[in-house]
């Protein structure tokens, strides 16, 4: 018997199975635990040059926009040069 997984749906929770999270949109899925904000850092090794660090600000604010258009809500973003 395939795995079941628990998502929530409105304010209800539900059980899927994992082909259903191609539809997550479409169905109007959540967290089965709520929506939950947060802060994400990256970590990378600055190479002095201004395009690396575009590269992960723009990666880091794709992510977030995932992160949102799931209906997961936000995640404010930092920078850490090391």
Partial sequence: ???KLSVGKGDAIITVLPPALRFWEK???GPKSGEKDGTVF???ADDGEQHRQLEVA???ASVCNAYEVCSYTFLLTGILMV
């Fill in 27 to 29: 169905l109007g899925l």
């Fill in 58 to 60: 723009n990666w880091l």
């Fill in 1 to 3: 018997m395939p795995p």
């Fill in 42 to 44: 990256v970590l990378f």
